[in-house]
């Protein structure tokens, strides 16, 4: 029950933190802040830092074995993706190479979260 109110809580910053950037990078494209090249990237580069800093929360929580606390969560947020773009009809094997991607920050933002954690 522990373990399971310890995701949930990461998951509920990982959405929190995805959301406002995604807001923030829209509202600037919105209002031609920036280009379409740069909100390209940023499309890449918001999810592999969500899941990066998730990561590093999970690990930050963990007694041992960072890799696999980054591992959990990288699966548990990467299931979700998969869901909702199963749902939405975008599925590709082309997400697949970025869903392992985002599997691979979060491990290693949880390796870099234990070893940064204060003993």
Do not use: H, R
């Not at 373990?3 to 406002?20: D, E, M, P, V």
């Not at 909100?39 to 999970?58: D, F, N, Q, R």
Request: hydrophobic share 55%; charged share 10%; net charge positive.
């Amino acid at each position: 029950m522990k373990q399971l109110k310890k995701i949930s809580k990461i998951l509920l910053y990982t959405i929190i933190f995805f959301t406002i950037l995604s807001l923030l990078l829209t509202t600037f494209n919105y209002f031609n802040i920036i280009n379409y090249q740069t909100l390209a990237i940023g499309k890449i580069v918001i999810p592999i830092l969500t899941l990066g800093l998730s990561g590093l929360l999970m690990g930050k929580k963990a007694s041992k074995n960072g890799w696999l606390e980054g591992l959990k969560i990288g699966l548990i947020i990467i299931f979700i993706l998969i869901i909702t773009t199963i749902i939405m009809g975008e599925f590709s094997p082309k997400k697949l190479t970025f869903f392992l991607i985002l599997i691979i920050s979060g491990i290693f933002g949880s390796i870099i979260g234990i070893n940064t954690k204060n003993t």
